[in-house]
């Protein structure tokens, strides 16, 4: 149906694609850090990395499946390849509406004096701008322990 893989350099612009139809954070978008999903015809219909900040936290980031292809499990088979073989506590930023998604993955949200330095910035920086939001939707910081 769809095969997972990791990503080479002619995927870039393909992955910068996709992060600008999902909407999502476009910075910070090496290849060489990302997994991705290839349709039956080749096409890259999704995809995500891990990206490593300076105060030692680990971020899943990312994470978007093409519309036509949502709902297929595109989106399980990424999460689910990142939390089998990533080593250490993996964190991510997701809008609210998104935390039942990741909660199925065994994502906790983390109170805010219980974040790592780097999500400390950027969710005070969200907040100031989700005053100015009118759909109502938050930003959470959501962590997911290491195997052990
Ligand atoms: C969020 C997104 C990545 C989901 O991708 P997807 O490939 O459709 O997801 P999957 O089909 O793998 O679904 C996995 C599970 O999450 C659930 N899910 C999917 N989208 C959801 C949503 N918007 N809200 C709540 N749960 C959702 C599914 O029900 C599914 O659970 P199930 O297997 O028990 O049915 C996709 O909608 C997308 O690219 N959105 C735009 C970019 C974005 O917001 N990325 C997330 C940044 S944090």
Redesign the pocket.
């Known amino acids: 149906m769809f095969v997972l893989r990791p990503a080479t350099e002619q995927d870039a612009a393909k992955i910068r694609h996709l992060v600008n139809i999902?909407?999502?954070n476009p910075t910070g978008l090496k290849w060489q850090r990302f997994m991705v999903v290839e349709s039956p015809q080749g096409e890259v219909i999704?995809c995500a990395q891990v990206k490593s900040h300076g105060d030692g936290s680990d971020e899943l980031a990312s994470?978007?499946?093409h519309p036509d292809?949502?709902?297929?499990?595109?989106?399980?088979?990424l999460i689910e390849h990142f939390s089998e073989n990533h080593p250490g506590d993996l964190y991510?930023?997701?809008?609210s509406?998104?935390g039942?998604?990741y909660e199925?993955f065994g994502y906790q949200t983390v109170p805010t004096d219980e974040l790592p330095r780097y999500f400390q910035r950027i969710q005070r920086m969200l907040g100031l701008f989700e005053r100015l939001r009118d759909d109502g939707e938050g930003v959470l910081v959501m962590k997911r322990l290491a195997n052990t």
Do not use: E, F, N
């Open positions: 999902g909407k999502i999704g994470l978007v499946t292809w949502r709902g297929q499990g595109v989106a399980r088979a991510l930023m997701c809008r509406s998104l039942p998604l199925q």
